[in-house]
């Protein structure tokens, strides 16, 4: 059974930073493209960033130039560090593969 948790969450000031991890138990890992969504109070969920299985990457407008999502298949996580955070990128932060499994999520909060 597919099993994605993610931590790094938390609260930070704007303008500040935060590391979040997915630890993903997948076989052949290196074949799934992985998400990070997110889910704002009120909004729906929406795509972050995506990693595909070459590595290359594709991130929401909102997001480009912040955040850098990226993998390390030896060990099965993907990584989303996230620059310059704003207060509109508090949310819940989900991780996703292609096979559609979800984490449970980890909440970040920017405020001040």
């Known amino acids: 059974q597919v099993q994605l948790v993610e931590s790094g969450g938390g609260l930070v000031q704007p303008g500040g930073s935060l590391r979040l991890s997915c630890a993903a138990s997948?076989?052949?890992?290196?074949?799934?493209?992985m998400d990070w969504y997110r889910q704002a109070p009120g909004k729906e969920r929406e795509l972050v960033a995506s990693?595909?299985?070459?590595?290359?990457?594709n991130y929401a407008d909102s997001v480009k130039g912040r955040f850098t999502i990226s993998r390390d298949n030896a060990k099965n996580m993907v990584y989303l560090q996230m620059n310059s955070l704003k207060p509109e990128d508090t949310a819940v932060y989900f991780c996703?593969?292609?096979?559609?499994?979800w984490g449970q999520g980890t909440q970040v909060t920017v405020s001040s």
């Open positions: 990693i595909a299985t070459d590595s290359s990457t």
């Open positions: 997948i076989r052949h890992f290196s074949l799934y493209v």
């Open positions: 996703h593969d292609s096979f559609d499994s």
